[in-house]
Nanobody, 119 residues
Framework: QVQLVESGGGLVQAGGSLRLSCAAS????????MDWYRQAPGKQRELVAA???????NYADSVKGRFTISRDNSKKTVDLQMNSLKPEDTAVYYC?????????????WGQGTQVTVSS
């Protein structure tokens, strides 16, 4: 299974920016989706942004216009640029990869990186 390693979390003041990066341990040659989820204390994990291997993007309404997801297939990375951060963006952010191995669905998750936005 593909391993995912996130980096780039930290503490930032409201209005600031952070860039998260996720590196995959291997290339996926079939169609796939790489995305970022987040989970705040006491809340369910939610999808933040997703990007397909073809480059189609999708964002949660709460981050549209502030966050940008991108990927580099040659480097096996997916990044999340987060601007105009708000305290409510505070959460553990997880990188996720979805692909199919034949007819078998495969989900890989990173270990998570903490993002804390102070007011």
């Amino acid at each position: 299974q593909v391993q995912l390693v996130e980096s780039g979390g930290g503490l930032v003041q409201a209005g600031g920016s952070l860039r998260l990066s996720c590196a995959a341990s291997a290339s996926i040659f079939s169609s796939n989706v790489m995305d970022w989820y987040r989970q705040a204390p006491g809340k369910q994990r939610e999808l933040v942004a997703a990007i397909t291997s073809a480059g189609s993007k999708n964002y949660a309404d709460s981050v549209k216009g502030r966050f940008t997801i991108s990927r580099d297939n040659s480097k096996k990375t997916v990044d999340l640029q987060m601007n105009s951060l708000k305290p409510e963006d505070t959460a553990v952010y997880y990188c996720h990869l979805l692909y199919y191995n034949g007819f078998t669905r495969v989900d890989s998750w990173g270990q998570g990186t903490q993002v804390t936005v102070s007011s």
